[in-house]
């Protein structure tokens, strides 16, 4: 066993490496103390009860928030190949786009800014539309979509991103079956492509089912490894105490202070 | 009779030809500007930044009198003062845009009323205020010239991370830095053509010329380059027939401009083939798919 695991750290290079990371707002932590790695290739799946820190974690992860303490290490990826799919999508959905236009500023990465999109581009695009099933909708503009069309859209640029570090928060939220089952043959895509996927997911039998190892989340870890390590009872109850309000009246994290000292 | 009312006025006089070039450059400066502030909903931001301008205005009106570059400079200096200003206490605090820009603007609106009251007489005050396109000299018509060139020029550079910032910030914020400078020099371009307006229309009407037309683009097209081509279109008809009514009816140019376009936004609004009034209330029957 041990030497498997020798072999398996000397295999798998660690793609993300979380030291010590405390993220949060207003000096108020909301991910605490996280320390850890994930391995490039990994399919992790995020779970913990609301408030957990799981998009806090994912916006210092992606670079949109600068972490409080603490480091977050991604083994030489540019910001570019990071694609990250947010919640609740910040999307101006009345702002006059066609989903074919919205979709191909996922070819940032070759384009830039003044990059054509010449066919080759195209016929990306097109290819990333078929392949979420939203072949037909090139010109339509981007407010007439339902919600499952939408996520199936930034499903298409996420794809275009051409990534090897994808994050993912909450994609299968309010989205029916049928479209979380074509979402989720995307994700499995990925995986074997060997990109680093990671999600944030309440669906405990999705997770179950296709995420070979988890990190569960209470603001704090609470248990990070191979699934069906992690999803127990115990942790889940575990999980399920985090108080979520901050504390006006918190002290300065005495942790921090030990840390600093030895830093 | 067509011939009299609509063409004669620019063929028979020299200050009428000046007029429309210096009105065409305008909007094609202007109009895109006006179509992103509406998408950006940063109509009123427009208007706040025209008032910032005043002050700076006025304290080249204070050192030189009615000196156009002077006056013109001034007006850059507290334009880009009060965009920068205020965007920056945007981006680093929790201020939102118009709650800071209220606040620089409401400051130096005062300080350019101040101005203005020690120095000067209610003439050169509307001047200011109101502008005069029917006095366009070369200068005056070729920094128009200018600025209208280098805006298109500096859209052009800054459009695709302008459209994704408008979209989607969130995005482009994990694949670029390109947004923050983007938008300042977004709000630059809007100092520079307002500016530019009040050579025409003065402070207080210049952001007419870039907001009405964006407004009535609106109603009539569904994706952003048809609604900043019909914008131009629409601004540069309303500065014809304004100049042609100001020319048979007295009525001032500027005001005659913005007449015209307000008239154009009604008949859109009514009329417009993408959500107008009339098109809501007798709705062409559904389809089968």
């Known amino acids: ?263 | 009779m067509v011939y009299d009312a609509l063409i004669a006025p620019f063929i028979e006089f020299e200050f009428m030809r000046r007029a429309l070039a210096a009105v065409i450059a305008l909007s094609l400066g202007g109009a895109p500007i006006g179509v992103f502030l509406m998408l950006r909903r940063m109509s009123l931001v427009g208007d706040a930044m025209a008032h910032a301008i005043l002050p700076g205005a006025a304290i080249g009106f204070l050192l030189s009198g009615l000196n156009l570059f002077a006056m013109t400079a001034g007006g850059l200096i507290a334009g880009f003062t009060v965009a920068i200003l205020a965007g920056v206490v945007a981006r680093i605090t929790e201020l939102k845009e118009d709650a800071s820009l209220a606040t620089f603007y409401l400051a130096s609106l005062a300080l350019g009323v101040t101005i203005v009251s020690i120095k000067g007489t209610n003439i050169d005050l509307l001047h200011v205020l109101f502008g005069n396109i029917l006095a366009m000299d070369d200068q005056t018509l070729l920094v128009i010239a200018f600025n209208a060139t280098i805006t298109l020029a500096v859209l052009a550079v800054i459009y695709r991370p302008l459209v994704i910032e408008s979209v989607d910030p969130v995005f482009l914020r994990t694949v670029s830095r390109a947004g923050a400078p983007a938008h300042l020099v977004f709000l630059a371009l809007v100092v520079v053509n307002l500016v530019n307006g009040f050579q025409a229309l003065g402070t207080l009407l210049a952001v007419g010329l870039m907001i009405l037309p964006a407004g009535i683009a609106r109603f009539w097209s569904r994706d952003i380059t048809g609604m900043i081509s019909i914008a131009v279109a629409s601004a540069i008809v309303s500065g014809y027939a304004g100049l042609v009514l100001s020319f048979q009816t007295r009525v001032p140019s500027g005001p005659a401009i913005i007449l015209v376009a307000a008239l154009l936004y009604v008949v859109s609004v009514l009329f417009g083939s993408v959500r107008g009034v009339i098109r809501q209330m007798f709705p062409a029957p559904h389809l089968e798919a």
């Not at chain 1, 790695?37 to 399919?43: D, F, I, N």
């Not at chain 1, 037909?136 to 298409?156: D, K, P, V, W, Y």
Request: hydrophobic share 45%; aromatic share 6%; glycine share 10%.
């Open chain 1, 1 to 263: 066993m041990g030497v498997c695991l020798a072999f398996d750290e000397v295999k798998m290079a660690a793609q993300l490496q979380f030291r010590d990371v405390t993220l949060g707002y207003d000096r108020h932590p909301a991910v605490h103390h996280l320390s850890g790695e994930v391995t490039a290739g990994a399919l992790l799946a995020v779970v913990g009860p609301n408030g957990a820190g799981k998009s806090t974690l994912f916006r210092g992860l992606v670079g949109i928030l600068r972490p409080l303490a603490g480091t977050i290490l991604t083994a030489g990826l540019d910001t570019r190949d990071i694609a990250y799919l947010p919640q609740t999508a910040d999307i101006d959905r009345s702002f006059p786009i066609s989903v074919f236009d919205f979709v191909g500023t996922g070819l940032w990465r070759q384009t830039g800014l003044f990059g054509g999109i010449g066919r080759e581009a195209r016929g990306k695009i097109e290819k990333a539309l078929s392949a979420v099933g939203l072949s037909g909708f090139e010109n339509r503009g981007i407010g007439t979509l339902s919600g499952g069309q939408m996520q199936r859209m930034l499903f298409a640029r996420v794809l275009l991103q051409d990534a090897r570090l994808i994050v993912l928060d909450e994609p299968f939220n309010a989205i029916d079956a049928k479209t979380s089952a074509d979402l989720l043959a995307l994700v499995g895509q990925w995986h074997a492509e060997k990109r680093t996927v990671l999600a944030a997911l309440h669906d405990m039998e999705l997770v179950r089912a296709h995420f070979p190892e988890t990190l569960l989340l209470a603001r704090g870890q609470v248990a990070w490894g191979s699934t069906a390590d992690v999803l127990t009872t115990e942790n889940l109850l575990e999980a399920r105490r985090m108080c979520e309000a901050f504390d006006d009246s918190a002290a300065a994290c005495a942790v921090d202070d030990k840390t600093s000292q030895a830093a």
